[in-house]
Each structure stands twice: as C-alpha cells, then as structure tokens.
C-alpha cells in the first residue's frame, strides 16, 4: 500500500464512529492508542499526586486548549479573549508553541506588541497570524512556556498570559482553565490518538474551570440539529462536574478582500474596515484551505451565500508552493469562479508578494457567543480580577 493511502486510511479510522479501514491497521492504531493512554495516564497521576510540578508565574495565566486532535476554535477563541481583556484595561500576552515554527524549539519573540519581528517559517501559523491581529499584545513562542512565560514577564510585565492550546501543558500552573469542544462531535470517535481524536481521556475535562462548546447552532430553526445539540449540553454538562458550559458558535466573516493581478499583498491580515456582509452573496467562488478541517471552511462560505465552483482541500498548516499559486490560480478561471477565498491562517503563508488574478477574499471566523455573552465574560471578570 502506498504511503499516501495509508495516510488516507489512518484518517479515516481515526474520524470514524467505528470501523473503516483495514482490519489490521485498525488492531494497530488500537494497540498504539492503549499505549499512548497508558503514559497520559502515567502523566496525569504525577501532576495530581505533586510528583510532578507545575510552575506559576507572578500574573494571572489563562490556558485556551481542548481535548481532541484538530481544529476546535482555539485561535479565534484566543483573539477573542484577547480582546475582551484588553477592553477591561488589563495588560495581556499570548505564550504559543508555535508549531512546525523554527523557534518552537529554542523559543522567541514573534511581536513586541507594536512590531511583527518575524515571518511564519519561524513563528508558526497560528502565532504569525495573532501577532498581525493583536496590537498591543506581545506573542512569544517556543515549546518551553514555562520559560517563555518567565521572557514575557521581564520584557513585558503582562496583567495576564494567555496560554494557546495549553490543556495538557501542565507544567505551568493556570488560574484559569478553558477546555473547548466541538458541539458536533466533541470527542471525535471516542478513541484515543492514534485510533482516534482524543488528546486525553473524556474524564479529563473535569479538569478544566469551564468548558466552552464551538459550532453550537442551538438557535437553529432545524428541529434535528436542536435536539442533537441539547443531547450534547446536557452530556457535557454532566460529565464538567459542575463547572460552567457555555455555548458559542462561529461567525463567518470576510476579512478582507484583495483585489486580483500584480502587486504586492499585505503579509498578514491588519485590523481593516470590514467588506460588506454580503460581499460573497451569490458569487462564484474557488476556494482552498490547508486546515484540520477544510470542510468546515467550505461550510461558513455557503453559509454567506457563496455559490463554490470549485475548492482545493490541503493537509493542516501547507505549505504553498508556487506551483501550488499557479495551478490554484488556474483552476479558479477554469472553474468560472468571480472571486477566490482561503483562511487567514492559509492567507499568512502565501508571502507578500502573491496575487492571484481573480480578487481574494481572507476569511476569518469570530466566537459568538450570543446570549451566553454576559455569562462568559462575568466568569472570566471574576476568575482574573476579583480573585
């Protein structure tokens, strides 16, 4: 079998409910999950025992993580909090792993707060990505937060950290602890990776202050959709102990729109009026993501009342190459498209000086909350500032 239909196939079993696959690479990503389970477990027990210790900074540290392999909303869900402390007056800092980034390993300052000191080859995605969206707040890399935590304070002096994807990195102590799950299937085929999509056992969000479930349509008119979802707070909220669980759901929206032909792009999405909501409304258009999940992307642009000709799904975090810029180019003509549409995530890593012919719109997604807004935020004003 090929390397490319192996790969093909171990996804699919780990996204399946059950079966898929073949029967042997099933028993084997069964038997790596039981042994992969057995040294969280190990981990688990020495952090809750104070065999293992956990470090605290002299501020507040607010973890943003989730249990599951894949794309939950934490990025967006980190700018979002971001915000919302900077509109409370609070000094705050992002500390990020920074992923396939070539300081994730020796640690760095992606932005200062009021300059983007380095490109995504050396931040990573994710981090390249809330440096741009976030003046004002320092983000720094590296996979040692501990140590990024302790930088960010002499450089810095933050009120708070805000941890990305800092769940399971449990050597650094948190005041506040938020788990996110995606309201659809928000523990994946109920294995463990590599079998499946969990990080940790299902047990593990107990651990958390407050969970926070994603692509929650609650309010959808669609009596199925409802039930489902309802079925799903009540068995989230059962299993978080009786911590807070709070619904949110994410708006699509256009970022920008960068119009077609020579010239130079903007390196990273910057804080812009916003085009009209129903820019995409009606129009023909090519798409193409390198996310966890591309069919998620492809959903928020039919959501807008995009009419999609044509679409091109690569792995998480791709790098573009420039075939793939002429041939995606291409294809979008091919296809009749009016405009073409990726993430801003895919968007940081087409480099300055890409233009396609057709215009580009960059799409983002924003945490709504609707009417658990007040709730949320009185939560995170009590856990950071009244405590």
């Known amino acids: 079998?090929?390397?490319?239909?192996?790969?093909?196939?171990?996804?699919?079993?780990?996204?399946?409910?059950?079966?898929?696959?073949?029967?042997?690479?099933?028993?084997?990503?069964?038997?790596?999950?039981?042994?992969?389970?057995?040294?969280?477990?190990?981990?688990?027990?020495?952090?809750?025992?104070?065999?293992?210790?956990?470090?605290?900074?002299?501020?507040?540290?607010?973890?943003?993580?989730?249990?599951?392999?894949?794309?939950?909303?934490?990025?967006?869900?980190?700018?979002?909090?971001?915000?919302?402390?900077?509109?409370?007056?609070?000094?705050?800092?992002?500390?990020?792993?920074?992923?396939?980034?070539?300081?994730?390993?020796?640690?760095?300052?992606?932005?200062?707060?009021?300059?983007?000191?380095?490109?995504?080859?050396?931040?990573?995605?994710?981090?390249?990505?809330?440096?741009?969206?976030?003046?004002?707040?320092?983000?720094?890399?590296?996979?040692?937060?501990?140590?990024?935590?302790?930088?960010?304070?002499?450089?810095?002096?933050?009120?708070?950290?805000?941890?990305?994807?800092?769940?399971?990195?449990?050597?650094?102590?948190?005041?506040?602890?938020?788990?996110l799950l995606d309201a659809r299937q928000p523990f994946g085929n109920g294995y463990l990776t590599p079998r499946g999509t969990l990080r940790e056992p299902r047990p593990a969000i107990g651990r958390a202050h407050a969970v926070i479930l994603t692509r929650c349509r609650r309010f959808s008119s669609e009596n199925v959709a409802a039930l489902t979802e309802t079925l799903t707070l009540q068995r989230i909220t059962a299993m978080a102990a009786g911590r807070p669980v709070f619904c949110s759901d994410h708006r699509p929206l256009v970022q920008e729109l960068i119009p077609g032909g020579s010239g130079a792009a903007p390196p990273f999405p910057r804080p812009m009026a916003a085009p009209p909501a129903d820019i995409l409304s009606g129009r023909g258009i090519f798409a193409f993501s390198g996310i966890a999940d591309n069919g998620n992307f492809h959903d928020s642009l039919a959501a807008l009342g995009a009419d999609v000709v044509g679409h091109a799904a690569f792995p998480d975090h791709h790098r573009y190459t420039d075939t793939d810029i002429r041939s995606l180019g291409t294809r979008a003509v091919t296809a009749g498209a009016e405009l073409m549409a990726t993430t801003a995530k895919d968007h940081v890593k087409l480099g300055g000086s890409v233009r396609f012919p057709l215009p580009l719109a960059v799409m983002d997604v924003a945490p709504d909350f609707g009417p658990d807004t007040t709730a949320f935020e009185t939560f995170l004003r009590q856990r950071l500032m009244e405590s």
């Open 1 to 179: 079998m090929k390397t490319s239909a192996i790969i093909a196939s171990v996804k699919k079993i780990m996204t399946a409910p059950d079966g898929g696959g073949t029967p042997w690479l099933r028993g084997l990503l069964r038997a790596a999950s039981i042994g992969y389970g057995a040294a969280v477990s190990a981990r688990t027990l020495g952090y809750d025992t104070g065999f293992c210790k956990a470090h605290r900074l002299p501020c507040k540290v607010l973890s943003i993580g989730n249990i599951t392999v894949g794309g939950t909303g934490k990025t967006p869900m980190v700018v979002y909090t971001a915000r919302c402390l900077l509109g409370w007056g609070l000094k705050v800092a992002v500390l990020s792993r920074g992923y396939r980034g070539s300081l994730e390993k020796t640690g760095g300052i992606v932005s200062d707060g009021r300059r983007v000191l380095v490109g995504p080859e050396a931040a990573g995605d994710e981090p390249f990505m809330m440096a741009g969206m976030l003046p004002g707040v320092p983000v720094l890399v590296g996979r040692q937060r501990y140590q990024s935590g302790c930088r960010v304070m002499a450089a810095f002096s933050p009120d708070v950290v805000l941890l990305d994807d800092g769940f399971q990195h449990r050597a650094m102590a948190r005041d506040v602890d938020l788990v």
